[in-house]
């Protein structure tokens, strides 16, 4: 994976300094894909600055209310001083308590959404949209889902790629200079690459990650191979998916106690003890696993959203598709390499772990090509991001270049998105029949 040109990237950061007047770390590290960062700007720019159903200030609130569900603070103080500019009320800042109730209730769909999104149901959509003063038309609901799912997934890209806030650091020659967990964004940015520590002690450091590349590669091209020789059948197909879902139980991202909330964070947040349990939790064998043929993106929620919330549909899916299908063809040193079974693997063990089945994956390659520490951070970044560390981030692929893995970052933070609103909208589809 290379990063691109030059010319059209600093043509993009320039462009988006002269909309915005900042260009946040989000910008920086994302531009390293400058095709996907366009499309992620153009859908950000829509969700948040043109004509829609909510309200400006609305909508930076539930920025807020929804980063706070990760405690990222590095989000919510980019939507304060943003909500304030947009005209919203002061006191609001002060915490839940102090806002409209129709505000206050998004708090139970923003909480299942962050972190067990199977659980909303058409009851939740109901009690939304009833009639009452503080009810929620259907098209402001869509705008706040999917402002919700935007900004959770963004927590999840944030402390994976250890995005440390622009204002608390050194300025060098008119430069600030971007501490990330570490290393710098300058450093994620230009594919600067640090040598892991792991790597450096000994040379058997680098030839232990070198034949770890090598293995990867070769169970690619196995993969390839057995494609063209075999289908497994479908049984054997659901077999492997209730397997990888099991098996995703035992990926523990290391023993935390609970996690003390910094009172900044914990205004904004109701329920604090609610966090991701697994989809598949021990002893429970009749889990409704969402089969995604039933209801997928392509052929059902982006026309709901597309009708609900115009325009927004076509934005996402740009963007989904945008990020599923980029490649440069690389993987660390090795040019010519189809990486479309990894990038699939990768998309879809996060929708494994949301309880989400596509029946025609083999979910025997997830296995394959993806180690039990890249299992590990991918739980991590994906269902409690705030816990995610350096070291995990550099436990796996340790010959990767810091563009490759801020791809895997991206491929996550879509995958969440998608996931959170595939269930979303499915309850409001199930409310309209």
Known sequence: MQANGLDERTNLL???????????????????????????????????RMDGPLPLPYRHYIAIMAAAR?????????HVDEFLKTGGIAEWLNGLEYIPQRLKNLNEINKLLAHRPWLITKEH?????????????LPELVHAVVLLAHYHALASFVFGSGINPERDLDTSNGVRLIAVNNFCVCDLANDNNIENASLTSSNFGIADSLSELEALMERMKRLQEDKEDE????????????????????????????????TDVSRY????????????????????????????????????????????????????????????NTMATHEDVDTTTLRRALFN?????????????????VNQLLERSLKVYIKTVTCYPERTTKRM????????????????NLLLMEARMQAELLYALRAITRHLT
Not at 126 to 135: A, F, P, R, Y
Not at 244 to 261: H, R
Not at 352 to 358: L, N, S
Request: charged share 25%; glycine share 6%; net charge negative.
């Open 349 to 365: 063990y996060v929708h494994c772990m949301y309880g989400i089945r596509y029946d025609d994956y083999d979910y025997g390659e």
């Open 14 to 48: 320039v462009e988006e300094y002269s909309t915005s007047g900042r260009l946040d770390n989000i910008t920086q590290v994302m531009s390293i894909h400058t095709q996907y960062l366009e499309s992620f700007l153009r859908s950000q720019f829509y969700m948040l």
């Open 269 to 328: 947040v109701e329920d604090p003890g609610f966090g991701y349990k697994d989809f598949a939790r021990r002893g429970e064998d009749h889990l409704p696993t969402f089969r995604a043929q039933d209801y997928t993106w392509e052929n059902h929620g982006f026309s709901l959203v597309n009708r609900l919330y115009s325009d927004i549909g076509h934005l996402l899916d740009e963007k989904f598709r945008m990020v599923y299908n980029l490649t440069y």
């Open 393 to 408: 981030y550099d436990s796996y692929w340790r010959q990767f270049k810091h563009s490759e893995k801020v791809h895997v």
């Open 231 to 262: 289908e497994a059948s479908q049984e054997e197909m659901a077999t492997r998916f209730e397997k990888e879902k099991k098996e995703s139980l035992l990926v523990i991202s290391g023993a935390f106690d609970d996690e003390i909330v910094s």
């Open 125 to 137: 959509i109901q009690k939304l949209v009833k009639t009452g003063e503080n009810n929620w038309s």
């Open 70 to 78: 990760h405690q990222c603070s590095y989000l919510i103080n980019m």
